[in-house]
DNA sequence: TGAACCAAAGTTACCGGTAACATAAAAGCT
DNA sequence: AGCTTTTATGTTACCGGTAACTTTGGTTCA
């Protein structure tokens, strides 16, 4: 196997083209100011014309930054992620960092598995779902010595930056707006429990308990969540449950096709029914009758975390913090 | 700003430790049948005792091989790319290799960019979304020399391994399935058009205009697709061709949108008017009534990705290469 | 006029690995 | 036994950049 010596441009090249050294180019790269105007323009354009691209792994391994930061995300397919990696992008990309993706599946193994490699890549900070994770995961993290970002919900020992919601908080005011609307017989829905649904259930569990209603009305499953499994769902909860008169579901995906299944049995919402899902996503907003749901400030979470983030990697001391960005029930017509 | 000489474990450490030299860790750890039992034994041990986490931009620099590849997709949003994400990660994980995602937000300029860095971060192949690129682009990639994938539709002249369908056959074929049906005041709709949408449109244009057909009833959109933006563009349509009987939706949201702002209308749908989506996303079986659409392999995309790029990456010579993984048409409800 | 300073380049060493070749000891073969 | 092979490890150089320090020559100013 040989060495790819092939046609790829260096400093090296540019250098000899235009007389100079490689520190000089370097210079004239990254720290123009440096560099005498005349010659600055000389090497800008001998790069240009050779078509040098920078070796960013030789740049972090001399420099020992990377210039990339690590964002896991559950699941691609997880339309929450795609507003907050937005806010994160934008924020970032602005101090010339690269945003490299991970996705765990759900799992807190892989999620360790993650962590490892992009460690491995060097990046310079570390964004996380959620505040749970592996043991050994904990370990690399805090080794690494890099800002870490824990999102989502909320906890009292961050690791570093924390930046959620209390999602029991607001899984509690979504059934206390299916109370004051006079449900009663209210059941939960849920999906692929991460800990932020189980965090939601628990909410849930709480005020029904607190109102001395029954709990009992729960169907859960591990399966990934989609609007063909909320019909599903809804199918078998009012087979089992016939006197069920509303359904928290865990998101909108599994709300959205609760309502489908409904329309399909031409059952009034909210009217026989109410449904509620949790998130916000556009599709709360769309469907006949629009639903309600719990609407979480994502792009703001998204800023947040670039925020604090960059202050971190600029030098900001490491002092565990907790940012509470809230949420706000929106009830829409399906209640 | 000091060297970042931190905790940091190296191959050195390790080797201090075992007392060998680190050439010896290394191939312990890379090629462990070159060391002898005893020997690798102590070293593995070692390398866990210390936490050594191996520094990829170095083994990347010395070997000229990342092990990793750049999969740029148009949006995170986009629930088309999940699926096939999926299957290029499966087969690309197993095989060593790691997947950088990055998104153009439909924009080739944005492509370009991203091209840049990742050639910067040294990829060993590229996955790209569609077949058009900027000439710079062009000129980045074909200079590279890496393997390349372009996907999701198909072109004459591929740059190298090119995946895809007939996007504008599909559209003949699902304007077909409108016509046998009896349905022949049919629009289009459209928003965010990327080339594939394009394709589409003049798949519907092509198909309306060989049965004598109008292409007046066109509306589209530069914003990007979404629930409510199918709703609203159906309202706009409606009042501007109050004779439409059917619509071409250019995506599965859109026409999810359409069909809820029907549901809305209580305009029967597909009595009333005939409805249409593309991709075959997991809503359209669960909306009432399920919405017909053309369905697209993403899946076997991915798997084909993952196949057809190993063999490139482990050495198969650079022929260019067409391949055609089909659609279906689905007639569901809503036609 | 000469010490102090600054701007603009250059020198050297090093980041943490891997390739390619070299060596030493053990094993196989006639 | 002596020669070739094989196995296990080491030596050296290098990947393509950057940090830190040094050199050179011109300015500033008392």
């Given at each position: 196997m040989p060495r790819r010596s092939s046609?790829?441009?260096?400093?090296?090249?540019?250098?000899?083209?235009?007389?100079?050294?490689?520190?000089?180019?370097?210079?004239?790269?990254?720290?123009?100011?440096?560099?005498?105007e005349d010659l600055r323009l000389r090497i800008e354009e001998a790069a240009a014309a050779l078509g040098y691209i920078p070796n960013r792994q030789a740049g972090a391994l001399a420099s020992g930054r990377s210039q990339s930061v690590?964002?896991?995300?559950?699941?691609?397919?997880?339309?929450?992620?795609?507003?907050?990696?937005?806010?994160i992008e934008e924020g970032l990309s602005a101090a010339g960092y690269q945003v490299l993706i991970g996705h765990t599946g759900y799992s807190l193994l892989?999620?360790?598995?993650?962590?490892?490699?992009?460690?491995?890549?060097?990046?310079?900070?570390?964004?996380?779902?959620?505040?749970?994770?592996?043991?050994?995961?904990?370990?690399?993290?805090?080794?690494?010595?890099?800002?870490?970002?824990?999102?989502?919900e909320l906890t009292d020992t961050p690791?570093?930056?924390?930046?959620?919601?209390?999602?029991?908080?607001?899984?509690?005011?979504?059934?206390?707006?299916?109370?004051?609307?006079?449900?009663?017989?209210?059941?939960f829905m849920g999906a692929r429990l991460d800990h932020r649904a189980q965090l939601r259930l628990a909410g849930w569990k709480r005020r029904m308990k607190q109102a001395g209603l029954s709990c009992e009305r729960c169907l859960t499953t591990p399966r990934p969540s989609s609007y063909r499994l909320g019909g599903d769902m809804l199918a078998s909860m009012?087979?089992?449950?016939?006197?069920?008169?509303?359904?928290?579901?865990?998101?909108?995906?599994l709300a959205a096709g609760a309502l489908?299944?409904?329309?399909?049995?031409?059952?009034?919402?909210?009217?026989?029914?109410?449904?509620?899902?949790?998130?916000?996503?556009?599709?709360?907003?769309?469907?006949?009758?629009?639903?309600?749901?719990?609407?979480?400030?994502r792009r703001r979470i998204g800023d947040l975390i670039a925020r604090k983030l960059q202050a971190r990697l600029q030098g900001a001391p490491l002092v565990p913090c907790r940012e509470d960005v809230g949420f706000e029930v929106v009830c829409r017509g399906s209640l």
């Open positions: 046609g790829r441009v260096t400093l090296q090249h540019i250098a000899d083209s235009v007389g100079v050294t490689k520190i000089t180019v370097s210079r004239a790269l990254r720290e123009p100011h440096l560099v005498s690590a964002l896991l995300i559950p699941s691609l397919s997880n339309a929450v992620f795609s507003e907050i990696q937005r806010g892989e999620e360790e598995r993650l962590i490892d490699t992009y460690l491995s890549y060097g990046v310079d900070a570390m964004i996380l779902p959620g505040t749970r994770h592996t043991d050994q995961a904990r370990r690399l993290l805090t080794r690494s010595g890099i800002p870490l970002v824990e999102t989502l690791l570093d930056i924390n930046v959620g919601l209390d999602q029991s908080a607001a899984a509690v005011a979504l059934t206390e707006a299916f109370l004051e609307r006079g449900y009663r017989r209210i059941g009012l087979e089992r449950w016939a006197d069920l008169d509303g359904v928290f579901c865990n998101n909108d995906d489908f299944e409904c329309q399909r049995r031409h059952l009034d919402v909210p009217g026989q029914l109410g449904l509620a899902g949790f998130n916000g996503l556009d599709i709360t907003e769309a469907t006949t009758p629009t639903l309600a749901t719990v609407v979480t400030p």
